[in-house]
């Protein structure tokens, strides 16, 4: 990989999900026969990336996984994917990060996530991944590693005028307004708003004004996503929030909706820049519309050839 020709860089996590179904979750010491088991690619930061490499961005993914097992098969799984994982470190001092979940008949989970090698993505990698970074046209960071390690990775991007995107997931309370300043567009779901705002937001007219509020702590643009009702993409204080509306789809599997939809806007700010952010939002929004409508995480994601042509 040359280090100048990259559309996007993702900062971020990346899990190996053990999904267990059985009839019913288990009680504390108690043993219970499931019907199914499968392993599956999570982790947002993975999740973005391989959305991004599948609509046909050059991407590379900073991460850190486990000398084991789960980490050498995930580094498979992005080489599957054309994604570069030369900036992939494997470390022998924690294991890949891992979300164990059982899942019951009435489709309720029991999740433990642990986070492991994940956690130890640091300034050390950053520097490293700094010739590749600072030349990518996106950088793109969530909340799954240490909060420092993305906080730094989105300044260094904006020290170039890299592009930032900021999916402020899994939202943290009272998060610090560097990360505002950061993002040239933070996006984040309405329940991440509620969090980081504490108004509810139930309606597209919320949203708007939650959106306005979280501009106003200093980002370029922010982009509320709203499941089946879309988007609100939020660009200026003087302008009305726009409501980005998506298509009518039966959903089978939302799981992983929100990074399609981050991985899909990712390809359009660096390969279609001439779109504006509002065109960039409904084609995403279309993008994630296909992910929920098959089962499972990044098995979900539509490759270029699947998609119409009027979304290049
Ligand atoms: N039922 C649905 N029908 C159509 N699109 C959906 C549906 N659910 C999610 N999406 C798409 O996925 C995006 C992210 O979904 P959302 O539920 O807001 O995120 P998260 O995965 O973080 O919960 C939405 O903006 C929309 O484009
Ligand atoms: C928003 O995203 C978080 C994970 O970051 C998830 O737990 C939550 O269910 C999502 N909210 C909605 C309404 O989809």
Redesign the pocket.
Known sequence: MSADCLDVVVVGSCMTDLVSQAPRLPKAGETIHGHKFFIGFGGKGANQCIQAARMGARTAMVCKVGKDFFGDNYIQNFKNNCVSTELVKQTDEAATGAASIIVNDAGENAIVIVAGANMLLGDEDLQHAWPVLSRAKVLVCQLEISPDTSLQALRMAQQRHVKTIFNA?PAIPDLSADFYKASDIFC?????AELFTGSAVSTVEDAGRVGLELLKRGCGSVI????????VVVQSADATPVHVP????T?VD????????IGALAFYIACCPELSLVEMAKR??????I??QSVGTQTSYPHRGDLPAELF
Do not use: M, R
């Open positions: 997931a984040c779901n309405e329940t991440e509320i996503t709203l499941g089946p009702q879309g988007c998506t298509s009518k789809v959903p939302t799981t992983g909706a929100g990074d399609s939809f995403a929004n279309l993008v994630a519309a992910s929920v």
